[in-house]
């Protein structure tokens, strides 16, 4: 079968193992419901172009309190999610130099789209997959400034997500349905207007009015959910690190040699050595070695699988 490439997938198969099991033949997911509803926060963008400063640090305040976090409080999202987005990219790279932070990828001669993908350069350019990738790369650094904005963008990055869990949930006999990628839900949360998505410091508040009375109360009014990221990457880095590092060892005896470039393997690897080295096993900084890391590793076993002999 097709390999996991990602790192919550083999907890969705679980998942819909158990669902089959409990006799469900059709399952309705709410994958993309983030995406197509969106939590609303670049409504402070909105806000803040709109010159509405008052009713912008207002719901940063008001969506601050409802989701304690270090790094989340209502300065943090007053910056990054209303004002940042309406400041030049130049005006970012000198803020960023004169706090000191030197850029990711700083001294590298290679394309930002290559700094950031374990694809090989020269395999990429040999297929073409240069410019994909490139576009890619801008698409995720694009700064959106309205709601609509980043849900188009999410609807068209992340669709491809789909085929896989449907291919799973076929794999184990049931039906993968997805509601909230229905046309006709798509185009109504696009026309929503943006307080219709956070309202009164609550994200995805036209979802949570649907729902009041037909939910449980905990789960309609709950603030932030479960990921399988941070459980994922506890297990890497404080169990499954070793395993990894003998895989990307052997990385070229296999024909992924010809695909992968270890130069940005090895920086991910050294940067989750580090990590576990600390103990610092959930930090939301992981996610993008670990998700690029992770994919080099799923694809290296799916390898070493179709080299077994057939029983």
């Not at 990602?6 to 907890?11: A, E, F, K, Q, R």
């Amino acid at each position: 079968g097709e390999p996991f490439f990602v790192v919550n997938m083999p907890l969705q198969w679980q998942c819909y193992a158990a669902a089959r099991q409990d006799g469900t033949r059709v399952l309705l997911d709410g994958n993309l419901g983030d995406t197509v509803v969106s939590l609303g926060e670049l409504r402070l963008a909105e806000l803040v172009g709109a010159g509405r400063w008052r009713t912008a640090v207002r719901e940063a305040n008001l969506l601050a309190a409802g989701w304690p976090n270090p790094g989340r409080g209502a300065r943090q999202l007053l910056w990054h999610q209303g004002l940042k987005p309406w400041l030049p990219p130049a005006v970012l790279r000198g803020l960023s130099w004169l706090r000191g932070s030197r850029p990711q990828g700083a001294g590298d001669a290679r394309p930002a789209w290559a700094q950031a993908s374990p694809v090989l350069p020269a395999f990429a350019a040999r297929i073409d997959h240069a410019p994909r990738l490139q576009a890619l790369q801008a698409g995720r650094g694009q700064a959106y400034r309205s709601v609509r904005q980043h849900s188009l963008g999410g609807i068209g990055r992340d669709r491809h997500v789909l085929g896989p869990f449907n291919l799973m949930a076929a794999r184990v006999g049931m039906e993968h349905r997805h509601p909230f990628f229905d046309k006709r839900m798509v185009e109504f949360c696009l026309g929503l207007p943006a307080e219709q998505r956070l309202h009164d410091g609550w994200t995805r508040a036209i979802e949570r009015d649907a729902m009041t009375g037909i939910l449980p109360e905990a789960i309609a009014r709950r603030r932030y959910k479960a990921s399988g990221v941070p459980a994922a990457s506890r297990a890497l880095l404080s169990r499954d690190l070793p395993a990894l590092g003998r895989l990307i060892d052997g990385l070229e005896d296999t024909p992924a040699a010809a695909w992968v470039d270890p130069t940005v393997v090895q920086r991910d690897f050294a940067s989750l050595q580090t990590a576990a080295a600390r103990g610092d096993y959930e930090n939301s900084g992981h996610r993008l070695p670990m998700t690029r890391l992770w994919r080099v590793m799923v694809l290296l076993l799916w390898l070493r699988q179709g080299d077994q002999p057939s029983a």
